[in-house]
C-alpha cells in the first residue's frame, strides 16, 4: 500500500561525493522513522542513517561526519548527503520507513536499493 523509490546511486572516486534521495508514496498517514541501510558483499545490511519523525537523527560510527541525513516531511522524502566517500561505502543503499496507513496499521518498507560504488 505503500512504496519507497530511491534514486542517485552511481560510481564516484574516493573523497568524492554523491547524494541519495528517497520518496514515499501511497497510502501513508505518517512515516514515523525514514532513513538508509546498505548491504555490502558479503556482509550484512546495516544501518547508516535514520530520522524520526521530530528530527533526531543517527548514524553509524562509520559514517558520522561525513554523511548528513535530510527529512522533508512534507514531501515524505528523505536525502542521504554522503561526502569524503571512501571505498568501505560501496554497498547497494536502501530506503527504509515504517509507515503508519489510514487503517492505523503500521509497516515497515524498503526501498529497491541502489548501488554505489567508490572506487578509484
Known amino acids: 500500500q505503500a512504496q519507497l523509490v530511491e534514486s542517485g546511486g552511481g560510481l564516484v572516486q574516493p573523497g568524492g561525493s554523491l547524494r541519495l534521495s528517497c520518496a514515499a508514496s501511497?497510502?501513508?498517514?505518517?512515516?514515523?522513522?525514514m532513513g538508509w541501510y546498505r548491504q555490502a558483499p558479503g556482509k550484512q545490511r546495516e544501518l547508516v542513517a535514520i530520522?524520526?519523525?521530530?528530527?533526531?537523527?543517527n548514524y553509524a560510527d562509520s559514517v558520522k561526519g561525513r554523511f548528513i541525513i535530510a527529512r522533508d516531511n512534507a514531501k515524505n522524502t528523505v536525502a542521504l548527503q554522503m561526502n569524503s566517500l571512501k571505498p568501505e561505502d560501496t554497498a547497494v543503499y536502501y530506503c527504509?520507513?515504517?509507515?503508519?496507513?489510514?487503517?492505523?496499521?503500521?509497516?515497515?518498507?524498503w526501498g529497491q536499493g541502489t548501488q554505489v560504488t567508490v572506487s578509484s
Open positions: 527504509n520507513a515504517e509507515i503508519r496507513n489510514w487503517r492505523f496499521q503500521v509497516t515497515e518498507y
Open positions: 530520522s524520526t519523525s521530530g528530527g533526531d537523527t
Open positions: 501511497g497510502n501513508i498517514l505518517r512515516i514515523n522513522t
